[in-house]
């Protein structure tokens, strides 16, 4: 089945340092979507890139859809304490178009 | 506050006894999707409801049920409970299904611990 890959699993940065995530699917998607829990929080969405080659800013965040509609980035510029959580990114089934596959995470940590 | 609600928010429980969680999703959203999240895991799907009907299902086991009642609101049952179905489950609800992917808003969630 359709499967939704993140890397790095865990990331700890300096504040100040910038971050990465990295998200593959096994599969062509129609769209990709991310998510950020906080701590002890829920999912929260961020945002949804449609287009091939799509890229989105916002503030310090920047998202990114490949070509190929197989991947997809969020990179984030100079982290701060408030940017603490696990990023997930998230693309539709393969078998039902509303439901979502997610990924398993990169859980951020940021030394102040 | 995304507008769900999940009730309640902590439940603890002994193995092999039946538990009943409870979402009310936001006003005027007609999916609701429930999701598994172990320790430090991802988001496992486990089915959705749109407007009442069954729409999806994920790795839901059969020993875990659902339910979308005619004013939205979603039950998730699970039975027979096992010590490793201590998770936080999470309710998230959208405005449309069908082919249409828009975003979920999830709820604050429930953590079920089975001693």
């Known amino acids: 089945g359709q499967q939704v890959m993140q890397i790095p699993q865990y990331q700890h940065v300096q504040e100040g340092e910038d971050f990465t995530t990295y998200c593959n699917s096994s599969t062509t998607l129609s769209n990709i979507q991310w998510y950020k829990q906080r701590p002890g929080g829920h999912p929260v969405f961020l945002i949804q890139?449609?287009?091939?080659?799509e890229v989105k800013k916002q503030k310090r965040l920047t998202f990114q859809f490949g070509e190929a509609k197989k991947n997809s980035s969020l990179h984030i510029t100079a982290t701060q304490t408030t940017d603490v959580g696990t990023y997930f990114c998230?693309?539709?089934?393969?078998?039902?178009?509303?439901?979502?596959?997610f990924g398993e995470g990169t859980q951020l940590t940021v030394n102040p | 506050d995304s507008g769900v609600t999940q009730t309640p928010k902590h439940l603890i429980t002994a193995t092999g006894q039946r538990v009943t969680l409870r979402c009310s999703p936001r006003s005027g959203d007609l999916s609701v999707y429930w999701y598994q999240q172990s320790l430090d895991q991802g988001l496992q799907f486990l089915i959705q409801y749109y407007n009442g009907e069954e729409r999806a299902k994920g790795n839901i086991l059969e020993r875990f049920s659902a339910q979308q009642f005619p004013d939205l609101h979603s039950e998730l049952n699970l039975s027979s409970l096992e010590l490793g179905d201590s998770a936080l489950y999470f309710c998230?609800?959208?405005?449309?299904?069908?082919?249409?992917?828009?975003?979920?808003?999830f709820g604050p969630g429930t953590r079920l611990t089975v001693l």
């Open positions: 890139l449609v287009k091939s080659g």
């Open positions: 998230a693309g539709p089934g393969e078998t039902s178009g509303s439901r979502l596959t």
């Open positions: 998230a609800s959208s405005v449309l299904a069908g082919g249409f992917v828009d975003e979920q808003f």
